[in-house]
């Protein structure tokens, strides 16, 4: 079974960064685009940022852009999320996604595979 495990969330100050990691297990990671996926408290599911099988390709949402940066670690099966500048409403759960095929998606249901999740909280 395909298992998404993600770290390194947590409290940080407004203009702060954080560094989340996603460990992914049960496929043949590199033959898998990934994506993060975050919900804020009474909001829908936003996504955040993706990134091609190979580390090729990626792409972020436009709020996301100069501050948010995901890479990945074929060798370590890891993927990360470094998230700099950070804002108050960046305060949400991150969801580390997995999809199927290699190339990137940018929409929210073509990944088919999320971990538990892990909280963000960005105080002002």
């Known amino acids: 079974q395909v298992q998404l495990v993600e770290s390194g969330g947590g409290l940080v100050q407004a203009g702060g960064s954080l560094r989340l990691s996603c460990a992914v297990s049960g496929r043949t990671f590199s033959s898998c685009a990934m994506g993060w996926i975050r919900q804020a408290p009474g909001k829908g599911r936003e996504f955040v940022a993706a990134?091609?099988?190979?580390?090729?390709?990626?792409y972020y949402t436009d709020s996301m852009k100069g501050r948010f940066t995901i890479s990945r670690d074929n060798a370590k099966n890891t993927v990360y999320l470094q998230m700099s500048s950070l804002k108050p409403e960046d305060t949400a759960i991150y969801y580390c996604?997995?999809?199927?095929?290699?190339?990137?998606?940018?929409?929210?249901?073509?990944?088919?595979?999320w971990g538990q999740g892990t909280r963000v909280t960005v105080s002002s």
């Open positions: 990134i091609s099988g190979s580390g090729s390709v990626t």
């Open positions: 996604a997995l999809k199927g095929g290699p190339t990137i998606g940018t929409m929210t249901g073509q990944y088919g595979y």
